[in-house]
């Protein structure tokens, strides 16, 4: 697979920080409460949901069900709490605690701001979207791309829409580590030469040899793109791991649930899931580890 070239330049200047004064930022203090620490004390080893469980094995969210903020230059739609949404039924779904389907408006964006120890993956769905970090990275990314930003130690980073006559929509997934302050990292694919009809591809993996961009975490993700009546089966990397279904658009029917638009299915306790399209739809599947 052929990585994106993107271009990188010191951010200093542009952050107004010395080199000295940006290092120390970098490594998020330790009087402030982490990214991971926080997000964790939220999330008990009962990390799945209660009430929305249907059996053993599965969990359903539809999609007027999630938590929705409208900020004006922000319009965000939360599968797992987050911010000041607060559902603790909806807290993660093992190791995946974030899944923001997030619209920009134009020329507006999330100012600069920390992470740390936290795997962070961004999927455009439509429009430009610029990063800046404290790495030294800037970087624009659309449609057909992914990014990951590994935040180990402690970064800080900006996204904004690069357009001023369009909205910029894009997935945030944020997902647990499974190594605590590693260096941080980031990289970005473009998947247009990857995308392949009624079958899945792989955009994510452990393995940095693999297909995708990889991540601290025994997980892999794989979109898809279905013709009305088409279907195929996903075996399951590791069948100690559960499987995120999130439907991008169309209609799906997975392992007989029927799901809509932005629908998000969990199923874990299962080496295979059957995946049958109702319409044209796309999906987007996230295998992640179901302990923490």
Same mark, same amino acid.
């Given at each position: 697979?052929?990585? *994106? =070239?993107?271009?990188? *330049? ?12 940006? /290092?120390?930022?970098?490594? +998020? ?8 620490? @926080? ?10 949901? %209660? ?15 999630? #938590?929705?903020? %409208?900020h004006g230059w922000l319009d965000s739609h939360h599968t797992?709490?987050?911010? %000041? ?12 605690? &974030? ?21 962070? +993956?961004? /999927? ?13 990275? &800037?970087?624009? /990314?659309? !449609? ?10 402690? /970064? ?5 829409? @690069? =357009?001023?006559?369009? !909205? &910029?929509?894009?997935?945030? +997934? ?20 990857q995308q392949l009809s009624n079958q899945f591809y792989q +955009? ?13 975490? %025994? ?17 399951? *990397?590791?069948p100690s791991n559960g499987v995120y279904a999130f439907v991008?658009?169309? !209609? ?7 799901? #809509? ?9 299962? *080496? ?21």
């Amino acid at each position: 697979m052929n990585r *994106k =070239n993107f271009m990188k *330049k010191s951010l200093f200047g542009a952050l107004g920080l010395t080199a000295s004064e940006s /290092i120390a930022r970098a490594n +998020i203090d330790s009087q402030t409460e982490s990214t991971y620490d @926080k997000l964790m004390k939220q999330v008990g080893f009962n990390h799945l949901p %209660n009430k929305e469980i249907r059996n053993m094995k599965t969990v359903l969210h539809k999609a007027n069900t999630r #938590g929705h903020a %409208n900020h004006g230059w922000l319009d965000s739609h939360h599968t797992f709490s987050f911010a %000041n949404y607060y559902n603790p039924e909806r807290m993660n779904f093992g190791v995946l605690r &974030v899944l923001n389907d997030d619209v920009v408006a134009p020329g507006m964006g999330f100012g600069t701001h920390p992470h740390d120890n936290m795997e962070i +993956i961004s /999927i455009p769905l439509s429009g430009d979207l610029q990063h800046k970090d404290s790495m030294g990275n &800037v970087a624009v /990314i659309k !449609e057909g791309d992914v990014q990951v930003m590994s935040a180990g130690t402690g /970064i800080f980073h900006s996204e904004y829409n @690069k =357009n001023k006559d369009q !909205e &910029v929509r894009f997935l945030q +997934i944020w997902v647990f580590p499974n190594q605590k302050n590693v260096q941080p990292r980031y990289d970005q694919i473009t998947l247009k030469d990857q995308q392949l009809s009624n079958q899945f591809y792989q +955009i994510l993996s452990p393995n940095p040899d693999d297909d995708g961009v990889w991540v601290h975490q %025994n997980a892999w993700f794989h979109l898809g793109k279905f013709e009305a009546g088409k279907s195929a089966d996903y075996q399951l *990397k590791d069948p100690s791991n559960g499987v995120y279904a999130f439907v991008l658009d169309g !209609e799906m029917t997975i392992n007989g649930q029927k799901l #809509g638009q932005r629908d998000g299915y969990g199923v874990w306790d299962t *080496k295979q899931m059957t995946v049958s399209a109702d319409s044209d739809a796309r999906v987007l599947l996230m295998e992640v580890p179901m302990n923490m």
